[in-house]
């Protein structure tokens, strides 16, 4: 039996479509905020939030009012989590390690880690407040070391969500800007006369904010394409259609656009799985997005063997991927291509988006083939340095650079070298000859 789909979404193609209109709207919202700046962002708050104060940044007095206002029950939460995250976001830290290693006598090679020096991180939170992603932008970049980070986050119900803004104050933002969508994210980088430009982009958020921060790379450095969430259920009979459908609805209701995929060597659980999924969008209180996600970007592959499953998921590489088989630990060896896996059905998406302690800003649209997610590293540059300590060193690695420069017809490459076997080395190089 060949690799069969019960339930198919949009075509590549359609989505593509989709992404074309998003293209070309980001891209006129960012030339109009480069060319006018504070104005251009107040008028698109104004359009898309209905949101225009005096001034977007939050002062100390506004931060403390709106923490005022978060129960203490909340607040309590919100710690729990903060310290999941920093737990796991140290101990990344401490695993990277400057070095400093003699390659040859008198030859010193060593690289160090230095800390982004200012970070733009969004926090979306216009149709769902996503608290939980300022401690995965805001905090990680702090115990990297990020001397400035500034936070913005749009109104929710016409005024900053105090949850939302009490995790980013807490979490360690050293500025807070009530600002959405593409009017934020290119204020951050392009900056404006009331904010100054970040050096790097962070958080992730709609289509529209991802396609901004696709277009700004360049300009700034980004965390990673993180565009709208997806989810991936890789099963077997060893779990049941209500714990599928649960996990699946559990993502789709992020936006409209969310894929959700079930993979499974199971007919009994691919067909148990849609049967249950239209019994809980009956009852699920986001269901008018989950349930258009699930039929525009809802998928259930039926594979004959875990080979196959495993070969499918790499090559869809989702966001999340859950997996919930005989040999979960398997999957872990063998997935080479996904943002983040969920392995057991005692664990899943939500306890990573929330709580558990790793990065919920992962690749999407198969940029899990060629990077992971946000992490403590990515607010690190690896800098190389190089010493030569004595004369020897110098007119012995020269003589090599000598050569190797004329190997490529670099002759004034090959000058910097032989002027250093010249007056370290004691050797008359003539002008443009090779070091012999």
């Known amino acids: 039996m060949a690799i069969q789909h019960l339930k198919t979404g949009k075509s590549t193609a359609a ?13 006129r919202a960012l030339a109009e905020i480069e060319a006018r700046g504070d104005e251009a962002v107040r008028e698109m708050a104004q359009r898309f939030d209905g949101y225009a104060p005096d001034s977007f940044r939050l002062s100390d007095a506004d931060i403390t009012a709106l923490i005022a206002r978060v129960s203490p029950r909340d607040l309590d939460d919100i710690r729990f989590a903060q310290d999941q995250v920093r737990h796991f976001a140290e101990a990344q830290r401490a695993s ?13 090679l060593g690289h160090r880690n230095i800390p982004v020096q200012s970070v733009g991180c969004y926090v979306p939170g216009g149709k769902f407040p996503m608290v939980a992603s300022a401690h995965m932008s805001v905090l990680t970049a702090a115990v990297a070391g990020v001397p400035r980070i500034i936070a913005a986050t749009p109104p929710f119900k016409g005024e900053p969500n105090p949850a939302v803004i009490a995790a980013i104050h807490m979490a360690g933002a050293h500025e807070i800007y009530v600002l959405g969508g593409i009017q934020a994210v290119g204020a951050m980088a392009l900056g404006t006369a009331t904010i100054t430009p970040v050096h790097m982009l962070v958080g992730p958020g709609n289509a529209f904010v991802a396609e901004a921060k696709r277009q700004l790379y360049g300009r700034v450095g980004i965390d990673l394409f993180a565009g709208p969430t997806e989810t991936m259920v890789i099963a077997d009979d060893t779990v049941d259609a209500e714990l599928v459908a649960t996990d699946l609805l559990g993502q789709a209701e992020h936006g409209y656009n969310s894929p959700a995929c079930l993979i499974t060597v199971s007919r009994k659980l691919a067909e148990g799985t849609l049967a249950e999924i239209d019994r809980l969008l009956q009852i699920l209180p986001t269901a008018e997005t989950a349930s258009v996600s699930w039929r525009d970007y809802g998928d259930v592959i039926l594979c004959d063997t875990h080979t ?12 999340h991927v859950q997996v919930m088989t ?24 939500a306890n990573g988006d929330k709580v558990i302690g790793t990065n919920h800003t992962l690749p999407t ?9 946000l992490w403590v590293g990515k607010f690190l540059k690896t800098h190389s340095y190089q010493r030569v300590t004595t004369d020897d060193a110098a007119a012995h690695i020269g003589a090599y650079g000598s050569r190797l420069c004329l190997l490529e017809g670099f002759v004034g490459h090959a000058e910097q070298c032989n002027i250093r076997v010249r007056r370290y080395g004691g050797r008359n190089i003539p002008y443009g000859g090779a070091a012999e």
């Open 96 to 108: 990277m390690k400057d070095i400093e290693i003699e390659t040859l006598p008198g030859v010193v």
């Open 15 to 27: 989505r593509n479509e989709d992404d074309v209109g998003v293209r070309a709207s980001v891209e």
């Open 308 to 319: 196959e499953m495993l070969e499918v998921a790499n090559d869809m590489a989702y966001e």
């Open 365 to 373: 649209k198969k940029a899990g083939r060629y990077t992971g997610g």
């Open 326 to 349: 005989d040999r979960d630990d398997w999957y872990l060896d063998k997935m080479h291509s996904y943002g983040a896996l969920f392995l057991g059905a005692r664990t899943n998406v």
